[in-house]
Structure formats: structure tokens, C-alpha cells
């Protein structure tokens, strides 16, 4: 049996739909064969996960066929070694061409036969799985959920020399560098105060993608002790050093959605975006700490209402002391 998956998006996006695999893997047999369509970045989730055989990149969604090189590559494996099934999470129309030019013996998901997502589908994830629902069995179906596999997690604590037990503090996100307002961002001086408070009771790790050290220049100094991994580790190394903690610390970001993919406790500080819809994702194996204010006005994401916001009260508003309390009352300190 073999299976393609196209999804193209950020991080997260990608986390969503990994429940295909163990899906698929459980239906078909542990000898399927999974290949990947995705964005280069996103696509290096895969570098040490023995489930995924191919990842093919897609730099450039938006370039017709005859002017990609990487469609071309990807129409032409499938032309030699068809797909018994072909599964698309894509909805743009940008992908129509290619998911109709991949040569495959079944196609499901968005183009095709897909018919309404109830309205009771919230969550990303759940709207993920209710795409390849007809592919697969309801027991397996019901037992499958995100999971991704990096670097092993003990082998990461003696890497880097981590405690047996430590917090993982990802203070920035996606939208770091937006030369708008960052509304998913808390404030610089609450990540200093929580690192400090959380640093004497256990070690904090800091996490973060190069290319970001203005931002963490703000946080600095870190007490004595802080472990700084911000752009040190590879994406494997990054999942096997958030497994191997004791619980990690974010806003709405990529992080925070590969801790729930491990079953890492998160604490996800959430404002404008709707968790229900978009945060980490609860499955019977995690835990899933929301701290919001749920201000009247949220979630606000991508309307007006976020638009005209210049202070970004949600996030302000969450104080050091409630997510420290979150944390103390999960006693993982």
C-alpha cells in the first residue's frame, strides 16, 4: 500500500495532520508506505521519523506545473510508481492542478468527494481526520491522533545536559518579525519574571529558531542555570529535547502543538486566536493547559476587532503569577 499526503502550511499545520500516519500504518499495515507533500521547512519534521519513507518539497504553491520543478518531480514519481491513495488536506485552489495531474487509484479530501464538515468539527485536527474518515476503519479512526517522532529523549538530556526533570520555556512565534503588532506575543518583562520565579524551582530551558536574537536579546540575562538551546538544536533534536520535559510554556506556536504531539504537558498562553479551533490539541494521551482572560473581545483573529486593537489587552492582561500557579498546580515543578 502506498500513500501521499500533501500538506503545505506552517509547522502546526503539519503537527495537525500527522494522525494520518498512524492511521494509516494501523489500517493498512506497518509496511505502508507514506510520502509527504510539504513546505521544505516543515518538511524536516520528518528527518528521523522511520514512518514517513519521502518527503517531496514544495517551495512555490502558487507556480502553474510547467513552471515548477518541484510538481514536475512529484507528478513524474507517481507516474512511475503510482499511489494507491492520495490524500489531500489542502483547500487552496493552487493545488487542483497538481492533486488532478498525481497519479493515484483513490483521491480523497478537499476536490473531491468530501461532503460537509459538521459544524460540531471544531478543532483543526478533528477537521484533519474527518478528511480520510472513508479510508480507514471507526476503530482506527477513533484511536489515531498527532504524533511525531524525533531524536530520543534521553539521549537529548545528555546532550545537551538537561536535568531528569525541566520546564521548556518558547517565549517567541511565527509572527516575531511582523513589523506589525505581534498579537499572539506576551510581554518581554513577564517571560523574564516567569523564568526567574520558575528557575528556582526547577531548570528552565529556553527554546527558539535562529535568526531571532533580537528578540531573546530582550530576555537576557537568564538567571544562572537556564539552559539556552535558541537555535541550537535541529528540529529532531528540538522534539526529542520537549518530550523528554517535564511540561513547555507558550503562546499559540509551533512548539506548543509538537508537546501535545509527544504528550508533553502544555501550557499554552492564548488571546486572539481560538484555542478551540486552532491551540494545542487535547487527545486522551496529553495534557492541555489553556490560560486565556477570555476577554469579551477574544478570540479576534483575522477580524476587524484585531485590526483595531493596538494594545493587545488579551495578552497583557495574562499575569506572571496565573500561569506560574497553572504550572505549580500540575506539580511537574
Known sequence: MKVLVIRCGALGDLVYATSIIDACKLEYGEDTIIDFVCTP????????DPRVNQIFPLKHKKIPISFSADKKRIIKHSKKEPYDILVNFEYGKQFQSLVFAIEAKRKVGSFFDLGEI???IVHMVDITKFIYKDIVSKEVFEKSFPRVVGSNANAMK?????NENYIIISPSNSHQ???????????????VELIAMLNEKTQVVVVGNKNE??????LKPYPSGVIDLVAKTSLSDLIGVIEGASGLV???TGTAHLASAVNTEVFALIGPTPAEQTGPYQSPFNKVHIISENLPCSPCYKTEVMKACKDNICMKQISVQKVYDSIKSANIL
Do not use: C, H, V
Open 41 to 48: 521547512g516543515s518538511g524536516t519534521l520528518f528527518k528521523d
Open 118 to 120: 459538521p459544524k460540531n
Open 158 to 162: 545528555e546532550k545537551y545536559k538537561l
Open 177 to 191: 518579525k511582523r513589523s506589525i503588532l505581534n498579537y499572539r506575543a506576551w510581554e518581554n518583562q513577564s517571560w
Open 213 to 218: 536574537d533580537e528578540f531573546f536579546e530582550k
Open 250 to 252: 507558550a503562546t499559540d
